[in-house]
T-cell receptor, first 114, second 116 residues
Framework: AQSVTQLGSHVSVSEGALVLLRCNYS??????LFWYVQYPNQGLQLLLK??????LVKGINGFEAEFKKSETSFHLTKPSAHMSDAAEYFC????????????FGAGTRLFVKA | DGGITQSPKYLFRKEGQNVTLSCEQNLNHDAMYWYRQDPGQGLRLIYY???????QKGDIAEGYSVSREKKESFPLTVTSAQKNPTAFYLCASSKGVGGGPGTEAFFGQGTRLTVV
């Protein structure tokens, strides 16, 4: 069965520091992976997605993620955190069920300190 | 602009009442989804629909019902059988089968339901 695990429900960084949010997946077939961001009381917005075209994926707002098959990981990074990055981040995997449905991780809340 | 509209943004329900949450999309997407979000639990799938007049139960369908009479609309009814309905509900849509597995979901702004 396919699943997604996000390591750390809360991550705190200083403004200007590296952001690293961890995501591991389990899948019996090549996965399709996503990172979404959610600001308070809003819906989710796509940051980036991996669809096997390239292992390093660049997204919006300076975020990127690297697909590592050997580690079954898809960690999200940003070189320098900004206060506006404070939000909740979700890793997700797409499942083929005759159509496609998305399974989400539990989420990681990012705090950015001034 | 294309997008997904959920209404209302906030909803209060008395115990024993059924309430219906609205979700409308103008993205011409085939697939639509309902998720429930609780603190620390991420998003859990309630129901999804890949095509008009067809829908499937997700992981936590008990106490909920849906319909898909039009491509644009996928309303969710929270029935009195749902024992703990207070949560944030998110509707989403995607291209579905035609878009392939790498197609992303687009989300509405959510409805916060509170039982009073």
């Amino acid at each position: 069965a396919q699943s997604v695990t996000q390591l750390g429900s809360h991550v705190s960084v200083s403004e200007g520091a590296l952001v690293l949010l961890r995501c591991n997946y389990s899948s019996s077939v090549p996965p399709y992976l996503f990172w979404y961001v959610q600001y308070p009381n809003q819906g989710l917005q796509l940051l980036l997605k991996y669809t096997s075209a390239a292992t390093l994926v660049k997204g919006i707002n300076g975020f990127e993620a690297e697909f590592k098959k050997s580690e079954t990981s898809f960690h999200l990074t940003k070189p320098s955190a900004h206060m506006s990055d404070a939000a909740e981040y979700f890793c997700a995997v797409s499942l083929n069920t005759g159509g496609f449905k998305t399974i989400f991780g539990a989420g990681t809340r990012l705090f950015v300190k001034a | 602009d294309g997008g997904i509209t959920q209404s209302p943004k906030y909803l209060f329900r008395k115990e024993g009442q059924n309430v219906t949450l609205s979700c409308e999309q103008n993205l011409n997407h085939d697939a639509m989804y309902w998720y429930r979000q609780d603190p620390g639990q991420g998003l859990r799938l309630i129901y999804y629909s890949q095509i008009v007049n067809d829908f499937q139960k997700g992981d936590i369908a008990e106490g909920y019902s849906v319909s898909r009479e039009k491509k644009e609309s996928f309303p969710l009814t929270v029935t009195s059988a749902q024992k703990n309905p207070t949560a944030f509900y998110l509707c989403a849509s995607s291209k579905g089968v035609g878009g392939g597995p790498g197609t992303e979901a687009f989300f509405g702004q959510g409805t916060r339901l509170t039982v009073v």
